[in-house]
């Protein structure tokens, strides 16, 4: 006698499970090279937005023999105190030529301020963002809030980020440390003047060379003030209002970095770290990048400065006229 039956075919709980775990290691295993793929690729946006801001300023400097200044503030009349910075004057040469005819450059952007038409169509300008300023690995919001209350300027106003800001010079703790051992550069000033009223630099003015001098850097962060890559919030607390950090907001032109220790703290004066400790005004350069930053220099190339250079090197790279040599960074 023959019997049928019918055999039910299926997975085991054994088998289900084996399925399962190795479906878990295979993503284990993937989910890094996408996450790297995916940094790689907003590390290409982050360098070409600086290519972009380098051919503005090449641009600028063709059509005014110079380039702009950093930043200005003019308060000889309080009720009416003018200030621009350098991202107003690129507009024109980032096709923003529209936005540019909106800024009205006998007024400044103060919320105090705003009852004026020609000062609330300035805050409209300076708080519309514009990806060309933004890195796409920075986790930051489009816009912040500044209050200038503690730097003794009873101002506010929101400005639209922006992820790089000019050297202006080294010093403070970090230009000792640069140059101890070191001959003292006789210019410890960078590309950008601070006010119109500094001499102007031109192309002819950068004696130590375009290729050898910083323009912009990374600094993301705005009124979040980081260590590392971690935000500080007692730090932002104290200082991340005044911290600077739109393409135009004033405070962001003013970059003067002395440096600061290795946790981000000021050190009193400065440190030996300018890159990827903090992003405190004055303090150095940060990116959400890993082992450095992305520094636009004077000949419109874009390099990647490891957060390891000496701090000779970095600060040789942000003189335009110090006389050092410099070998391969």
Known sequence: MKLNSRLKKGFTLIELLVVIAIIAILIALL?????????????????????????????YH?????????WFVDSSNPTNPKAGVYGIMLL???DQANLYNQWNSSYPAFNELAAIP???????????????????????????????A???FPLTYTAAR?????????????????????????????????VPGDTITRMRDILDGSSN??????????????????????????????????????LNGEHWYQGSLRDGTDGGGGGPCAINCTNGRSAGFLSF?????????????????????????????????????????
């Open 92 to 94: 024109p040469n980032l």
């Open 118 to 148: 020609a000062v609330a169509q300035n805050l409209t300008v300076i708080a519309t963002p514009l990806p060309v300023f933004m890195c796409p690995s920075a986790p930051e919001a489009t816009k912040h809030d500044y209050d200038l």
């Open 31 to 59: 989910l890094p090279a996408v996450q790297q793929a995916r940094e790689a690729a907003r590390r290409s946006t982050c360098k070409n937005n600086l290519k972009q801001l380098g051919l503005a300023f090449h641009n």
């Open 213 to 250: 001098t910083i323009l912009l850097g990374e600094r993301v962060g705005g009124t979040n003030i980081y260590s590392g890559t971690t935000k500080n919030s007692a730090l932002s607390s104290a200082y991340g209002p005044t911290n600077g950090g739109g393409w135009g907001d004033l």
């Open 62 to 70: 063709d059509t005014h023999n110079c380039f702009p200044f950093a």
């Open 289 to 329: 990048h890993v082992g450095g930053a992305h520094f636009l220099l004077g000949d419109g190339s874009v390099r990647f400065i490891s957060a390891n250079i000496g701090a000779y090197t970095l600060a040789s790279l942000t003189t335009r006229a110090g006389g050092e040599t410099l070998g391969e960074f």
């Open 150 to 152: 503690t730097a003794g």
């Open 162 to 194: 922006s992820d790089y800001c000019p050297a202006l010079g080294v010093r403070g703790n970090y230009s000792t440390i640069a140059y101890t051992g070191h001959p003292a550069a006789s210019s410890r000033s960078g590309m950008l003047n601070n």
